[in-house]
């Protein structure tokens, strides 16, 4: 597989005497070699004839790009590009062409079409594909077929990358964290987020925003997602898109560049040399037919204040051209939540790495370290690393927190194997050793001459850090090569000793060719390799220039936090001070905008940690300001509190000292964040007890390593209540003490249910969301299970095996109640509930025939109350309704009837309709204008208890009741009771 990185430099020597004997010798020079001689032949010919780029571009009819990148020598030009510029230059294009095909690798040289050759159409060729789009395929395979990973081997950048296929991790996404059970309005029940790969999370989505931090792996995806559709060679779960074209898109290339294109523009735009040979109008018809795979990248990349452009394109962009596949990437605070879901857009974020995956990762780097090692010794000595830094990754939890990003795991890869199995302690001290190694110790240890320029560690931060400040401080992560050796030029003045070996752009030149973080993706924009890296320098100079306003000016910006965290770092003890103060001064002032003042409160509270050394004056006042907002009293708070990012992890405390809400929300934030970040936060809530700890626990168990979350922190908790949504799972239960109540959720089969340990403790037992089950014979192992939820289960037509069950509960939600019939043995169900669809003429037609003491009936369900005098046992009836319902009167009939629950819209309408009932003692009903309070005694003569349900924008006046019988009055919800004077406090309760 060929690949020619845009950041691999290659050099253009002094070269020009072609003729006959170069012809003939060709073949015989190294790839690297001819691509550097045919570019240096390009340029001296160019030369020759003062020719400009533009001038050149014109006359052979191609973009200027594709022409730049011919002399240039950054990838080996077709052959059409060729024969244009030999033309226009005056030169005969055999020795040029013989030059391009010695460029070539041995198996795209032979290709028939990379030649230009004539080929069989008829072989391996997909029905429809036109010539260009296979031209395209291959080149989204060679641009994109390999990641480039930093720190492999900075001395030899041709070794600095490996092939995709060998690289790629493929991490898990997660979903949202909660969503009802069922629609039915009488109830809500949480269920847990999600943890799944990314197959499972592309299959049945055709439009996603892709969350995640920075070094995660979002551009690592989309290029997977790119090659795999130009290889033809999804997994199976995803073949659906092997037919897809795709348009790799990178926002921050195309904002930088002007307006953002339209399809026709999309070779162009990302410096593809196709883009003159396009034929016309074809990315549109790609794009109309559906075929399309349009990965966009980086909104976060994005200035704030064109965000919304950004969005408005997309949205024409989905108007167009709707039937395509569409994946987009920010990092998590860029864009609020739901940015894009007007346009029927999924949310899934790329979840850190787990223990596993970080170990997988480990090997993979050092296997592909191995494969490019100079000797069998080399090889031995890697693999001896392998696992030590294994080891201690296991065993030290700030590294192991650092690693669970694919960026920092490869830093620390680098760097452990750059000092011989040593790393130092934090986060701020890896970038430091990794910038030293990577800027300056490699070649200096290695004794590698660089020739021409020669900068110390010093020098290259100083003009590092002038580049990276104006790229944050003009909100782009890339900067115009223009730019960047003007911003160089501009310094150079007072750097004698650097001025008087070259020209600013030869400076920049030896930057991006030996500094390891600087990078030029094409001819016209440099940036760094990762976005911490600009922002570590970046806070270095603004420290240094004492620019501590407007770090805090920019603190309400997520493109600003890691910089300012940074900042703290660097600064001296005064300035850490001074910089503190004015995130919490900033905080104190915006009274208007909560949210804002929390983040500027906690962001400087999550900076404490960076600061080596701060006054206890400081830190008391930023912690008091955290204290504000922490611990989190409830779920939504802690949703609020999630959304500020793991950093707020170091500042969640412990169980000590917390209320039941405290503690559950403190787990709901860890949990939400996941990872193994969370992980040690919530071992130490494992054994907690305290409100519905218990519940997050086992909420957010998908959102973590399956394995080790089950044996670190389910294994100790007392649960009370866990959802199994997986078969992972499933094969982790014997970890964990069974809790009474057990939710499958999911297409499990009536095996996988059956083979859950120790089901005797299992007294509850819900089944949601399968489709899969079609009887329920599983249920005799659950020999103690008496109350049974189905739930969206429409597989189900036998429900026969329940006869001889010890069910005494059943739920029917939105399942097929026909096999309801069948269940004429139940004689031992006591308590019944249903809300699915189906056609009843009287409730004979679906409640099963057993000496049932407690019935609900859900809006589907509770039209006709026909034939409920068959079941005289009732002691509670409680129904839900948006219809008026016949056969209230049937209701007399019930001798047993204590308690009637009415809720729904029209529950005042059927309360005033209902016939008296002098056997009911307790009275539920939804709240309405409309209701007649003074009814009651006359319809309900025996009532003791009289439960009043409202919310908060209902006005109840009593004064009706005042008068009317002794029965206690609970009001629950009431936005303001009115006419409460005479009620003593025993009677009326809740006010």
């Given amino acids: 597989m060929f690949t020619l990185n845009d950041d691999e430099h290659i050099g253009t020597p002094e070269w020009s005497g072609m003729g006959d004997t170069t012809s003939r010798t060709a073949i015989g020079i190294t790839q690297e070699h001819s691509l550097a001689q045919l570019a240096g032949e390009f340029k001296r010919l160019r030369a020759e004839r003062r020719m400009t780029v533009a001038a050149l571009a014109g006359r052979a009819a191609l973009g200027r790009t594709t022409v730049s990148k011919a002399l240039n020598g950054a990838t080996v030009p077709t052959e059409e590009t060729v024969i244009a510029l030999a033309r226009e230059l005056g030169a005969a294009p055999e020795p040029l062409l013989e030059l391009r095909r010695a460029a070539l690798p041995r198996a795209d040289a032979l290709d028939p079409a990379v030649r230009g050759e004539a080929r069989d159409e008829t ?57 009802p059970l069922s629609q039915d309005s009488n ?22 925003l892709i969350r995640g931090l920075a070094g995660c792996g979002k551009t690592t995806l989309l290029q997977w997602l790119a090659v795999s559709a130009a290889r033809r060679n999804f997994p199976e779960s995803l073949s659906h898109l092997n037919d897809r074209v795709p348009f790799l898109l990178r926002l921050r290339t195309l904002t930088r560049a002007g307006g953002l294109p339209v399809p026709g523009g999309y070779l162009a735009s990302t410096g593809c040399q196709l883009a003159d040979g396009q034929p016309q109008g074809w990315a549109d018809d790609i794009l109309t ?25 997309l949205q024409e962009l989905l108007a167009c051209y709707p039937d395509n596949f569409f994946a987009v990437t920010t990092r998590p605070n860029a864009v609020r939540e739901g940015w894009l879901s007007e346009f029927e857009f999924s949310e899934l974020t790329i979840q850190s790495m787990t223990p596993k995956e970080v170990a997988v990762f480990i090997d993979r780097w050092h296997a592909a370290a191995s494969a490019i090692a100079s000797s069998e010794e080399e090889k031995l000595q890697l693999g001896l690393l392998k696992e030590k830094l294994r080891d201690s990754v296991r065993a030290q939890r700030g590294l192991a927190q650092m690693a669970t990003s694919p960026l920092l795991s490869a830093l620390a890869c680098a760097l452990h194997r750059d000092r011989h199995g040593h790393l130092p302690n934090g986060r701020i001290e890896l970038y430091e050793a990794a910038l030293s190694m990577l800027l300056y110790r490699r070649d200096r240890e290695r004794q590698i001459e660089t020739g021409g320029i020669s900068l110390s560690e010093r020098q290259s931060f100083r003009l590092l850090q002038r580049l990276a400040y104006w790229m944050v401080d003009n909100g782009q992560d890339e900067i115009s090569r223009n730019d960047a050796v003007h911003h160089i030029a501009d310094a150079l003045p007072s750097m004698p000793e650097v001025a008087c070996q070259g020209s600013a752009e030869q400076v920049l030149d030896h930057l991006i060719e030996r500094s390891g973080i600087l990078r030029a993706p094409d001819d016209d924009s440099v940036d760094f390799v990762h976005r911490t890296f600009q922002d570590y320098l970046a806070a270095k100079l603004a420290v240094e220039r004492r620019n501590f306003g407007v770090l805090a000016n920019h603190a309400h910006d997520d493109r600003w936090e890691d910089v300012i965290r940074m900042a703290v770092a660097h600064a001296s003890p005064a300035d850490a001070q001074q910089l503190l103060r004015r995130l919490i001064s900033r905080g ?49 708070e802690a949703a609020r509190l999630a959304r500020v990012g793991p950093v707020i992890l170091d500042l969640l405390p412990g169980p000590e000292n917390l209320k039941g809400p405290e503690a559950a929300a403190v787990v709901h934030t860890a949990g939400l964040l996941g990872g193994d970040q969370s992980l040690t936060l919530l071992k130490r809530y494992r054994q907690c007890t305290k409100g519905e700890v218990p519940f997050y626990l086992q909420l957010h168990w998908n959102r973590h390593d399956i394995a080790e979350y089950a044996r670190e922190v389910l294994s100790h908790a007392d649960l009370d209540y866990l959802t199994i949504s997986t078969p992972e799972q499933i094969a982790e239960l014997h970890r964990i003490k069974i809790p009474p109540s057990v939710t499958f ?66 739920s029917i939600w939105k399942s097929n109640p026909d096999p309801l019939r069948s269940l004429a043995s139940l004689r031992g169900l006591k308590e019944f509930r249903i809300n699915s669809h189906g056609q009843f003429e009287s409730l004979r037609d679906f409640m099963p025939l057993s000496e049932l003491t407690s019935v609900y009936l859900g809006p589907m369900n509770c039209r006709s109350l026909s034939g409920v005098s068959d079941w005289p046992t009732i002691k509670d009836f409680s129904i839900y309704a948006y219809e008026p319902v016949e056969g209230l009167s049937d209701l007399v009939n019930l001798p047993n009837l ?91 309760i809740g006010h």
Avoid at 187 to 208: L, N, S, V
Avoid at 301 to 313: C, I, N, S
């Fill in 745 to 810: 959720q999911g297409d499990f089969t009536a095996e996988q249910i059956a083979t859950v340990p120790d089901v005797k403790r299992i007294s509850s037992l819900d089944i949601g969301y399968n489709s899969e089950l079609s009887d329920m014979q599983f249920i005799g192992t659950y020999l103690r299970t008496r109350r049974l939820t189905l739930d969206i289960c429409n597989g189900l037509d036998d429900l026969s095996a329940l006869n001889d069950s010890s069910v005494k509960s059943l």
């Fill in 588 to 636: 104190d002032r915006n009274t208007s905008n909560a949210d804002v003042r929390h983040r500027l409160h906690l962001l400087a509270a999550a900076s404490l940690d960076y600061a080596a050394e701060l006054d206890p004056e400081t830190r008391n006042e930023v912690r008091s300001r955290a204290a504000a907002v922490l611990p989190p009293r409830n779920a939504d």
């Fill in 289 to 313: 037919q559906g075929r399309g795979l349009i990965l966009v990248d980086g909104i976060d990349e994005v200035a704030q204040d064109r965000r919304d452009e950004t969005r408005a394109w």
């Fill in 187 to 208: 109830r809500a029940t949480k269920r847990p987020a999600t943890g799944i790969h990314i197959e499972q999370g592309f299959a049945d989505r055709t439009r996603i």
């Fill in 898 to 988: 204590r308690r009637l629950d009415i809720q729904g819209p029209l529950a005042a309408f059927i309360a005033n309709r209902a016939p008296v009932m002098a056997q009911v003692q307790r009275l539920v009903i939804s709240y309405t204008e409309a209701m007649d309070l003074r009814v009651l005694q006359d319809k309900f003569p025996g009532l003791k208890e009289f439960r009043i349900l409202c919310d908060k924008s209902q006005v109840v006046d009593l004064s009706p009741l005042r008068d009317v019988g002794e029965f206690v009055i609970r009001v629950e919800g009431a936005g303001e009771l009115r006419g409460t004077d005479g009620f003593t406090p025993q009677r009326l």
């Fill in 123 to 179: 072989l391996d060729t997909p029905k429809g594909e036109t010539a260009f789009e296979r031209q395209y395929r291959r080149y989204i395979d060679n641009r994109w077929g390999k990641l480039s990973i930093i720190g492999l081997d900075v001395a030899h950048p041709e070794r600095s990358s490996w092939p995709l296929d060998v690289a790629y991790l493929g991490l898990s996404l997660g979903e949202s964290n909660t969503r």
